[in-house]
């Protein structure tokens, strides 16, 4: 520094842009009290000749600090150090672990439902693997378009400059609701318009807005056992009562469910790929439940999150299609042939809710993302989803194969494998002498994440058995991963 800036303290640049490092260095002397509050700055001319960098650094980095509250600029005398520095106005002291979880509530004042869910998410959290082998519910994200979806959104996000502030639909975008209901009429058999569909952040707010639109607190719901812990979360949120229907190969067993349960209010399913088991509904038990269910004034959560993965039988119609009596709302996801993080889904509900989820949508969120809904709505106008879908449809049966053949040759006394004509993970029954929490720390141990059964299950488990995906890795890598668990368990 020169002479006359003798007070004014060193600052140090690091590696990096210029005027990005002379921000941080102001900025932390500022903040450690070398600069106090009301200090007045040198000019930038004066900083840029002293530093030896150039003078849009030095003004790029006052502005930025400007907007940021830690300077202020006072016209015709300079430029000043704030005198409330923004660190402190929101510093907030460290709350201790033990304070955020250690009683049941009640002094919190937070809803007594609180703690069904946290027995939910106790049992869930252990399993929440990312970026591992086997993980199930995630597609072949290897095969997504990058390029081709980067230039829709591209073209998306030029034409929305014509439309920002305008589209505030909650019910969603109506050209993808659209697009939608098209394709759903064609390939899953519903019968709707696109003025029944509303566009959801993923089929977990599906089940949250059914649930709330829907349900009370004390009302019975049935739920596959084993069945999906989301919804098993999602209806405790609201104090509902989730009860256990046995399912088999022909999925849901109807007839268990009436005389156990024949009170409930709303029935859970996926009759296209029961979770996680993988029957398919029968006939007559579709159509006992849909009578059963009008009847009773009861609804049906159709999850029809699999209906696209079906590698050699024809697919089957969906509930919502058969139903005559308006008692279905239909859930739809696009996140398993997509990627797990496009929180993209749909609703398909009868007319007479429509205005009740529009509501319950509009107070959850307002609306689902305009750009991703665009860029859909293109994609699959422009016929680009029917071509991913036949590409995922045959790398994934192609992947399940080779899967099933590595079980048999390196693992054929430990698991047996029930081939399914549908889905994106397998279930493996253990031999006798195995138990689900041995097998799962095996595979932890070579970074491989497979699931236990019971983590679905509300009762004891009949059975052991393991989940493994295997839509998200080519047929190579999953016989590699098998072998390397057949090692590791010899």
Known sequence: MKKHDANFPSLLLKNGKIKEQFHHALKAVILNGQLKPGAKLPSSRTLCETMSISRNSVIAGFERLI?????????????YVSPIIPDEMIHIPAVAHSEHRGDDGSSLNISPHMQAMFEVWDKTAPYMTQNRMFNIGVGCTDLFPHELWGRLLGRTWRQFRKQMGQLNDPLGFKPLRLAISDYIRTTRGLNCTQDQIVIVNGTQQA???????????????????PGYDGALGAFTAIGAKVRPIVSDKQGMDIAYGIQRWPQAKMIFTAPSHQFPLGGTLSLSRRMALLDWAAE??????????????????????????????????????????????????????????????KLAKYYADTRTSYLEQATLAAFIADGHYARHVRRVRKACYERQQALIEAIRLYLPNSFRVEPSDSGIHLVC?????????????????????AQPLSRYCQTESTG???????????????????????????
């Open 67 to 79: 907007d940021e509250g830690y300077l202020i600029s006072k016209k015709g005398s300079g430029t």
């Open 296 to 357: 009773n004034k009861a609804w049906i959560f159709e999850d029809d999150y699999n209906s696209e993965f079906r590698y050699t039988a024809q697919p089957i119609q969906a509930l919502q299609g058969l139903d005559q009596q308006r008692r279905v709302i239909y859930a739809g996801t696009f996140s398993k042939m997509m990627f797990p993080e496009f929180r993209l889904g749909f609703l398909v509900v009868p007319n007479n809710l429509i205005e009740s989820f």
């Open 429 to 449: 029954w253990l031999a006798g002498h195995l138990q689900e929490q041995d097998i799962i720390d095996k595979c932890r141990e070579v970074g491989l994440g």
């Open 464 to 490: 052991q058995a393991v989940l493994l995906g295997f839509a998200d890795h080519p047929a190579s890598e999953l016989v590699e991963g098998v072998r390397k668990l057949a090692v590791i368990m010899d």
């Open 207 to 225: 089940m949250n807005l059914a649930a709330q639109v829907l349900l009370q607190a004390g009302d019975e719901v049935w739920l596959d056992e």
